[in-house]
């Protein structure tokens, strides 16, 4: 049986454009690049950070977390773990007890299957919009002409408009709600992937 996390990934993958359900404001589109700008730049001041986070989708949900270090990264989600380091993603599945090697090109481009992509570099195939959801300030992103892209994004700012606190990714399918429940300061050392730990799981290596 396919585990959750690996449904939503695939679900990230798939989607078609439909309007938002949220209250515009004016579209102020220095306004919006400066609140992604402002959650970004927070977000990497903590240096390597933590989030703890849950997915919606589907009448489902998924709860993970993962920590973030410049451009490698950690997630842990239902029976999923993801270790990506050096440009290797490994991708450990529990229920399956099998290990998936790839390159780091295979991430995708949303925030549980690559939270190290900024929210600025979405501005390379998308508009960004002010907007306003359940009386927070926010992001909307919208597909611009020939970039490939199909869903439309909405980013939900805190109470404070300082970090992230909601993603929502919409298709002709429904939404995808990714609730940003924590984001702190990570002190360790950020977890790495060990084939000791996992000597029984099959490996497939797709380089």
């Avoid at 842990?76 to 490994?90: I, R, S």
């Avoid at 805190?158 to 606190?165: H, K, L, N, T, Y």
Wanted: charged share 30%.
């Amino acid at each position: 049986m396919e585990s959750r996390v690996y449904r939503l990934l695939v679900a990230f993958c798939t989607f078609a454009c439909v309007v938002l359900p949220l209250r515009a404001q004016s579209s102020d589109k220095e306004a919006a690049e400066k609140l992604l700008c402002g959650m970004e730049s927070a977000m990497a001041a903590l240096g390597c950070y933590e989030v703890q986070f849950d997915v919606v989708a589907e009448g489902y949900s998924v709860v993970g977390r993962y920590v973030v270090n410049g451009t490698d990264f950690y997630l842990a989600a239902d029976d999923v773990e993801l270790f990506v380091a050096d440009g290797v993603k490994y991708e450990v599945n529990a229920t399956k007890r099998e290990i998936m090697v790839d390159g780091v090109e295979s991430l995708g481009s949303d925030i549980v299957s690559n939270p190290t992509r900024g929210f600025t570099a979405l501005l390379k195939d998308y508009v960004a919009e002010s907007a306003e959801y359940e009386g927070r300030r926010a992001v909307r992103l919208i597909p611009r002409d020939g970039s490939g892209s199909s869903e439309r994004i909405l980013i939900v700012a805190d109470v404070e408009g300082r970090m992230p606190a909601q993603i929502r990714y919409i298709s002709s399918e429904g939404a995808i709600d990714v609730h940003l429940k924590s984001v702190s300061k990570w002190s360790e050392l950020l977890p790495r992937f060990v084939r000791e730990k996992y000597a029984d799981y099959e490996l497939v290596d797709f380089r």
